[in-house]
């Protein structure tokens, strides 16, 4: 039985390394959809020249149009395609990772659905105890994380059979599967959960949020409801003036999908998540400043210059930029 992952990556240089280690266990090939700026795309190349069977698939614009379902949908029709044999597709985010013992555990439960029937496995939510995370050189979930207690409200998210990706669609955020008459597909709850991890570092949830802000404002056709929390974090993040203390980070991991200010605890930690060694955190390229540099650079500058934000950011350096009249920007 083959098994792949589908993930759509926008800069994630600091998780994508423990992402590949952590769920290349379970995994036979791992597809990522990446139109990352930052040291993503290096980690993955280094990545893959140690051995891990990885597939990067490019989009060329975070913004316009993206939608996750439907891209993840494209590339499960290209690996189809292109003659790579999966049997069971698992879409994930990067702070996701199935919490399997083992490949052979997964394949067994996998092994009991029908065959046309779609796993589906909950969220397990994980709080930080520390904003250390992202200087950490080993894997660092099993140290810097606890299990969000009692959980909450509980997303859940499907595991797809490759016989049945053609007859029905993804929704947002992979957390359903429909046929062609708009009805949830026969399903069955898996024996483990899917371990989460959306609040790791003050300077991750800033650098998130603010992105993540932007490119949905510049997005069209955004589905109604789409990135509701994004905004709200943002919020949240500007009424304490951007001050993120282990406190509230901890109060943003409990509310996350959760109903604000339910009253949780920090529970155990993943340990079935192994130690790893992290080779190539000297990759990593951005910083919040970056970020909010490119921002303004592709606000700003690109409507009028094709040129990457690369390429855009020397030319500013050199003063070879012509000037722009506000009233020139677009509203």
């Not at 189809?80 to 052979?104: M, N, T």
């Not at 989460?196 to 955004?222: C, D, G, T, W």
Request: net charge negative.
């Amino acid at each position: 039985m083959r098994l792949a992952s589908i993930t759509c990556l926008t800069n994630e240089e600091s998780l994508i390394e423990t992402f590949v280690r952590v769920n290349g266990r379970l995994l036979d090939l791992q597809i990522f959809i990446d139109d990352s700026d930052d040291g993503t795309g290096e980690i993955l190349d280094a990545l893959a020249r140690e051995g891990y069977n990885i597939l990067r698939l490019f989009r060329p614009d975070r913004a316009a149009t993206f939608q996750q379902n439907q891209s993840i949908h494209d590339a499960i029709n290209y690996a189809s395609s292109s003659g790579i044999e999966v049997d069971y597709f698992l879409p994930l985010d990067c702070d996701e990772f199935p919490s399997f013992r083992s490949k052979e555990e997964l394949i067994d439960e996998l092994g009991r659905l029908h065959s046309e029937t779609i796993g589906v496995y909950a969220w397990e939510t994980y709080i930080p105890i520390t904003d250390e995370f992202e200087s950490l050189t080993s894997c660092g979930l099993k140290a810097a994380f606890r299990r969000r207690n009692p959980e909450g409200k509980r997303f859940e998210k499907v595991i797809l059979p490759s016989s049945i990706v053609k007859k029905g669609f993804l929704t947002a955020g992979s957390h359903n599967f429909l046929d062609s008459n708009g009805k949830s597909w026969e399903r069955r709850c898996m024996a483990r959960g899917l371990a989460h991890f959306p609040v790791r570092s003050a300077h991750q949830i800033l650098q998130k949020n603010i992105s993540a802000v932007y490119y949905l404002m510049r997005k069209e056709q955004r589905l109604y409801g789409e990135g509701y929390h994004v905004y709200e974090t943002l919020a949240k993040l500007r009424n304490s003036s951007f001050s993120v203390p282990i406190p509230d980070l901890q109060r943003l991991a409990f509310d996350y999908a959760n109903r604000p200010g339910s009253p949780s605890e920090l529970g155990d930690f993943p340990d079935w998540i192994a130690d790893y060694e992290l080779l190539y955190w000297e990759k990593r390229k951005h910083n919040l400043t970056q970020v909010l540099s490119n921002i303004l650079i592709e606000s700003w500058l690109k409507p009028f210059d094709n040129r990457s934000v690369e390429d855009l950011t020397v030319a500013i350096a050199r003063n070879e930029m012509p000037s722009r009249n506000l009233s020139d920007s677009p509203r």
